[in-house]
Structures are given as C-alpha cells and as structure tokens.
C-alpha cells in the first residue's frame, strides 16, 4: 500500500475552524469618579462564569488516501429468455439459469458464492396500428457471483461467454486488503490533523492539548468501483474473443483507492 502525495500538508485555511474563549485572562475592574472632589469609586464587574471548556478548542478537518491491490472480482450475470407464453418463459429462464450454475461450478466457483440478485417477467407488446398486443415474455435472472480470485477471472469470463452467456451486467474489483488499508488512511489522517492543529495552535499563542473529539466523516464502502466498459465489451461474444485473443488478457483492475476524511478537536491552553 502506498500513500498518495499531498500538494500541502498543512492547510491553514480549508476545512477548519477554530474557537478561542481565552488564552490568557483579562482585568475586569473598572475604577473611575463620581465627580469632581467626590471619593473615588471602584466598581468590579461581577465574576466571569467559568470557561467552557468545549469552546477552548482546534477543530480541523483532514482527509488522507492510500491505494490498495485487487485481488478479487464480483461479477453479475443477466440470464435472459423470451418465449411466446410466461409459463414456457418461466420454465425456459429457469432451465438456461440452472446452466450458467452448473458451468460456474465446473469452473471451481463454489455454490455459497453464486446469489440470485434479481428476477423479473413482464409481456412483450406489439404496439403497430392502434391496438396494443401482446406477443410474448421475457424473463431475466441476475446471478451475483462473488470472491472470484483475480487471476482466475479471466478464463470463468471466456468460459461464460463461450458457453452462450453474453449479458454480464458488471464486473467490481474488491481487494482482501482493504480494511487494512482504511486503517492505515485513518492513522495518516489524525497525523496531519495533529501537525495542522498545532500550527494553529503556535499561531494562536497557544499550546495544543489533548484530543477531546474525533468524528469519522467518510463512508466505508463495500463496492470499490465497476469496471463497467469491460462487462459492456463481454455483451459482444465474437469481438470480445477476437480481441482477447489478439492482445492477451483483457483484464486491468488497477489499484483501488482509499479515502478517509476526519474532524479532530484538540484542547487549546
């Protein structure tokens, strides 16, 4: 894994906001005369309720990225099937869904890992002249397969394809590392949040105190990103193979990226 490089480390005027209820002290008495050769008055000013302490404080904002390596795949087939009745439409659907099953598991897919994700039937209409007719139906199944290894993607992608199955929906690269990863951008994110609160702080004439809050701004996210011109290119079965076959392996996953964004607040004294 590996960290990427920031323009400025320390950003004195993006996403902060600082709030000083006092560094020092002040002198509240006032003195002063009631006239001339009157005796001198003082008047103090009644006691100052104590600091609040949520208010002495450095709120920063810091946002840290590191990338980490695919090394798995989710893939989501669309079985779809037309007939001229839905109950030939049905059974047809389910007969071509049962083989797509069968050939991820002679391709070492294992059952856990094979989800039905999605169905739906509805009729076909013919809308020519001014009357609405229905011609047939068409079904479609979406299988979700998942914790495909990478280096075994690209052959279970031929085979489908091979085999009649030209309607991959999508293609997510995930990394095992991830949640390695998000902890590691986490760490690098209270780093900068540190060295930008004290800044402020030295600026302020203040020193930095002690961390009384933390609040994780970003969303984790299951679904790293979808390499969806690569299942768009899989729809056409007779380029796909001819280009696959001229150029090697079709399959570039990249690095994933992972973004963390925080708010920190520090004691100021």
Do not use: W
């Amino acid at each position: 894994m590996k960290r990427k490089p920031k323009a400025k480390l320390l950003s004195l005027a993006l996403g902060f906001s600082v709030f000083f209820a006092a560094c020092g002290s002040a002198d509240n008495s006032v003195s002063g005369t009631t006239g001339a050769g009157s005796v001198p008055t003082t008047v103090s000013a009644a006691p100052a309720a104590a600091p609040d302490s949520t208010r002495n404080v450095i709120s920063v904002n810091s946002s840290e990225t590191v990338t980490v390596i695919p090394d798995i795949a989710e893939i989501v087939y669309a079985v779809r099937t037309e007939a001229k009745d839905a109950a030939s439409c049905q059974q047809k659907n389910t007969e071509d869904t049962a083989k797509v099953i069968d050939l991820l598991k002679s391709l070492g897919v294992e059952e856990a890992s094979i989800q039905t994700s999605d169905y739906y039937m509805y009729p076909i209409y013919n809308y020519s002249g001014n009357t609405q007719r229905i011609t047939g139906y068409e079904a479609s199944t979406s299988l979700t397969v998942s914790g495909i290894p990478i280096d075994g993607l690209e052959n279970i992608l031929s085979k489908s394809v091979e085999a009649g199955i030209n309607n991959i929906q999508s293609i997510t690269y995930m990394s095992s590392k991830y949640d390695e990863g998000y902890s590691n951008a986490l760490k690098l994110a209270m780093e900068s949040a540190k060295a930008k609160a004290q800044a402020l702080a030295e600026a302020g004439g203040c020193s930095l105190g002690n961390v009384v809050g933390v609040r994780e701004n970003s969303n984790y996210s299951e679904a790293r990103y979808t390499d969806h011109a690569l299942s768009a290119k899989m729809r056409n079965m007779e380029e796909s193979l001819a280009a696959d076959a001229e150029t090697g392996s079709a399959i570039m996953p990249g690095e994933v990226s992972v973004e963390v964004n925080i708010t920190v607040e520090y004691l100021i004294q």
